[in-house]
């Protein structure tokens, strides 16, 4: 998910940067600011933020033997 936003926001920053606009706050959302914000989303993501609950059972949602397992 984390990802997806620092895609998202990468992709906001190359529109204003080709439009050449800085939505009348050119201190605020700048292309560096809007590229950092990307990079820490995108950073999250690969130190494994955001990737949801690993509780406990490890996917295992069966009891006992493994049916079909003869």
């Known amino acids: ?4 936003l620092a895609a998202i926001v990468f992709g906001f920053a190359l529109l ?3 439009l050449n606009s800085n939505l009348g706050a050119p201190d605020l959302f700048n292309n ?3 590229a950092l914000i990307g ?3 995108l950073s999250l993501y690969l130190a ?3 990737s ?3 509780g406990a059972g490890g996917g ?3 009891r006992g033997r493994r049916p079909g397992r003869g």
């Open 1 to 4: 998910m984390l990802a997806i």
């Open 16 to 18: 204003l940067d080709f």
């Open 32 to 34: 560096w600011t809007l």
């Open 39 to 41: 990079f820490l989303l």
């Open 48 to 50: 494994g933020v955001g």
């Open 52 to 54: 949801g609950l690993r």
């Open 60 to 62: 295992r949602w069966y």
